[in-house]
């Protein structure tokens, strides 16, 4: 999966500080015993989800209208003071400079002419941590790694409480309490000053300094600190002044462009190449965090805001529904405005998702309008009559919900349901689900896992992902086959099993099906009585 490619959850409830990251693909499995954790870490994705779509002081919203984990006191380990969220992801960063911190004039920089204008992509690990102190939430905390270098921010509500920038483990700047964050992203901020002041300049334009302007400037003084001694300071940062993040095994050649006919600079850079390019590489993550952050905030807001969730309590069917004229895009995590959903659809989709409900589950779904009201019925294969689905059983209500927001979804990109549902522009879809599978016979089970793992195999992988937690042998057997007959590869699946250890925390292994469906790295009889 492109952008996002793994994650992982400490100190969260059951789960520890050392678990493994687990890798997000088409089709993702959860399964375990109970209350060993799977749930907690499905239920991630909406609380990630709210905490991206609110405007909040501090960056998780624990209790909102998809999951309630009460605040940080009773998320958080009883055993830590701090929750993290890790994510290994890939992010794209512009290499055009940016000037808003000083009177910089554009200029054409030989050494990097071949990256102008263009974005350069970065593999990126990234923690999101939430504090506490006596019961009381102290500040969060951002940690980004991106190949050597680690810069990590401590900042409470609006102000920094403290900002590091590390190259294997030397410290090369520390500080800026009591700075502000004069940029928020939807998740984290992406932005800071670097000064407590802002600055009037010569002209009476008031501006505040941005924190990438003290890196620049430590940049400019170890960069100078190559060249010959009596070689001015300004000349070395007319050169500078408008290099670009590139990928650290390209600085050294990119310097020698910059600097051709210095002797004494080109020197210095032969002897010490490795080392002068890890701490210049440094200091450009530095002078482009705000961009970095950004796509790193852009990333997780882009993801999480694709979230669907379904939870494992869905409302139960009702006789009649009353009737409302009103536009709904999405099924809400307990179905209850199923009906609502179905009568924003018009008749040719009505007839598509009803085709695809009988080809894939073998009955069909009728909404009937009468008048103030409407119903829903069901009509089962062999049967001539449809019956409202309050007479046939809880599993239908359950499962109803279910199907229905998968087709929705699956079907998002059509322009009907793109300009009625104003969908443009949302590129990613994530269908988290808890227990599909309940009260549902055996049969219908299987046949679930068969459809999503059809509708799986026709995504990209940056399109769509299905998170499923799940109890039911029948489901996982069902998408094994699908691998066996190849309608789905088994490498677009990923299986993670949760358990406790004797310390009672909560610990993930990774499994998987092997190219003929058959799981791998399973525990015998681990979904037998």
């Not at 490619?5 to 969260?12: E, P």
């Amino acid at each position: 999966m492109k952008g996002l490619k793994s994650i992982r959850v400490r100190n969260l409830r059951s789960f520890g500080c050392d678990n493994e990251f687990i890798p997000l693909k088409k089709l993702n499995i959860l399964v375990g015993k109970n209350s060993c954790g799977k749930s907690t870490f499905l239920r991630t994705f909406p609380l990630l989800r709210q905490s991206v779509q609110a405007d909040t002081r501090s960056p998780i919203l624990w209790y909102g209208s998809l999951v309630d984990f009460g605040d940080l006191n009773t998320a958080v380990n009883f055993n830590a003071k701090e929750v993290m969220f890790d994510f290994d992801m890939d992010v794209s960063v512009s290499d055009e400079v940016d000037y808003s911190d000083d009177a910089i004039t554009t200029k054409f920089v030989p050494g990097f002419e071949d990256l102008n204008s263009r974005a350069v992509n970065f593999p990126v690990m990234f923690t999101l941590g939430v504090s506490r102190d006596n019961g009381v939430e102290v500040a969060s905390r951002i940690r980004l790694c991106i190949e050597d270098v680690v810069v990590e921010v401590v900042y409470k509500e609006s102000t920094l409480i403290s900002l590091e920038l590390m190259v294997d483990g030397i410290v090369l700047s520390k500080g800026f309490e009591g700075r502000e964050i004069v940029r928020k992203g939807k998740l984290i901020p992406t932005d800071f000053s670097s000064h407590k002041e802002g600055v009037t300049t010569k002209k009476g334009f008031w501006f505040m300094r941005r924190i990438r302007s003290v890196f620049r400037s430590d940049l400019l003084s170890f960069v100078s600190a190559l060249h010959h001694h009596n070689k001015k300071q300004e000349n070395v940062s007319e050169e500078l002044i408008n290099i670009s993040l590139t990928p650290k095994n390209k600085v050294a050649e990119g310097l020698r462009k910059l600097f051709p006919a210095d002797k004494t600079f080109l020197a210095n850079l032969q002897r010490g190449k490795d080392d002068i390019s890890k701490i210049v590489f440094a200091y450009l993550v530095g002078i482009n965090l705000h961009k970095i952050l950004a796509s790193v905030d852009q990333t997780l807001s882009g993801f999480y805001s694709g979230v669907r969730y379904l939870g494992p309590v869905r409302a139960s069917a009702e006789r009649f529904y009353r009737y409302q004229d009103l536009q709904v895009a999405e099924i809400d995590h307990t179905g209850s405005n199923l009906p609502m959903v179905l009568n924003s659809l018009d008749w040719g989709d009505r007839e598509l998702l009803n085709d695809w409900i009988k080809e894939s589950f073998g009955f069909e779904l009728q909404l009937k309008n009468t008048g103030s009201h409407y119903a829903l019925s069901i009509r089962e294969a062999g049967s001539s009559e449809f019956h409202n689905v309050s007479d046939m059983g809880f599993g239908y209500s359950q499962l109803l919900p279910i199907i229905v927001s998968i087709w929705l979804e699956n079907n998002s990109k059509s322009n009907g349901l793109k300009k009625r549902f104003n969908r443009q522009g949302r590129n990613k879809l994530v269908l988290a689900i808890e227990q599909p599978e309940l009260h549902l016979h055996p049969q219908l089970q299987h046949m679930f896992g068969r459809a999503i793992a059809k509708i799986a195999k026709l995504q990209s992988d940056s399109d769509f992902c299905f998170v499923l937690e799940t109890h039911s042998k029948h489901i996982i057997d069902a998408i094994g086959e699908c691998i066996e007959e190849e309608e789905l590869g088994n490498d677009d699946v990923s299986v993670t099993l949760f358990e406790k250890n004797d310390s009672g925390y909560t610990g993930t292994r990774l499994s998987s099906f092997d190219e003929s469906g058959y799981l791998v790295n399973w525990p015998a009889g681990f979904l037998s009585p």
